[in-house]
């Protein structure tokens, strides 16, 4: 079964500094993996997805991330955190059953501090 | 173009009642997902509905049900309401339902059971 680790709980940065949110998945073959972020009180928004096309993906609000197979990893970057950036964030992978089914990772806060 | 949208947005029942909660997908849109957010779970999900057939399902007691329109729109039924059924439910919507599709989320339904 595909899952997703994210390894921190909790990220701080400065304003103005680079943004690394880690995230390892476990899949048997290629995984669909996305991004999604949660303001407060929000739904979830979408930031990117890597669908087996380039392995460097861009998103919104200049995140991107950079798929590696060889590590098994979907890592978020930012290359200048915004005070606005502060929120939830979730890496995904698409189940492979067939039909649509997200497994989400337990999530990390980024906090940015001015 | 409109959004997801579920209704309510909040509520609130008591143990042993039952809740039935409204999603309407984003139009052209025929696959619905239900996921459920805990602070302790994180995410799951719950089950996905394609032209008013559930295709997939999540790990939850029969509490727990669905159904899909012919117009789309979906709605989930929870039954017998306990406490730990306190939770943020969010639904998306898909073009097709596809495992690299993009999902879009709702802003979720927030119940409180007493």
């Known amino acids: 079964a595909q899952s997703v680790t994210q390894l921190d709980s909790h990220v701080s940065v400065s304003e103005g500094t680079p943004v690394l949110l880690r995230c390892n998945y476990s899949s048997s073959y290629s995984p669909s993996l996305f991004w999604y972020v949660q303001h407060p009180n929000k739904g979830l928004q979408l930031l990117l997805k890597y669908t087996s096309a380039a392995t460097l993906v861009k998103g919104i609000n200049g995140f991107e991330a950079e798929f590696k197979k060889s590590e098994t990893s979907f890592h978020l970057t930012k290359p200048s955190a915004h005070m606005s950036d502060a929120a939830e964030y979730f890496c995904?992978?698409?189940?492979?059953?067939?039909?649509?089914?997200?497994?989400f990772g337990t999530g990390t806060r980024l906090l940015v501090s001015p | 173009k409109a959004g997801v949208t579920q209704t309510p947005r909040y509520l609130i029942k008591t143990r042993g009642q039952q809740v039935t909660l409204s999603c309407s997908p984003i139009?052209?849109?025929?696959?619905v997902s239900w996921y459920q957010q805990t602070p302790g779970q994180g995410l799951q999900f719950l089950f996905e509905?394609?032209?008013?057939?559930?295709?997939n399902k999540g790990n939850f007691p029969g509490r727990f049900s669905g159904r899909q329109f012919s117009n789309s729109r979906s709605e989930m039924n929870v039954s017998t309401l306990e406490l730990g059924d306190s939770a943020l439910y969010l639904c998306a919507s898909s073009l097709l339902g596809g495992t690299a599709e993009t999902q879009y989320f709702g802003p979720g339904t927030r119940l409180l059971v007493l």
């Open positions: 509905y394609f032209s008013e057939t559930q295709r």
């Open positions: 995904v992978v698409s189940d492979s059953t067939g039909f649509q089914k997200l497994v």
């Open positions: 139009s052209g849109h025929r696959s």
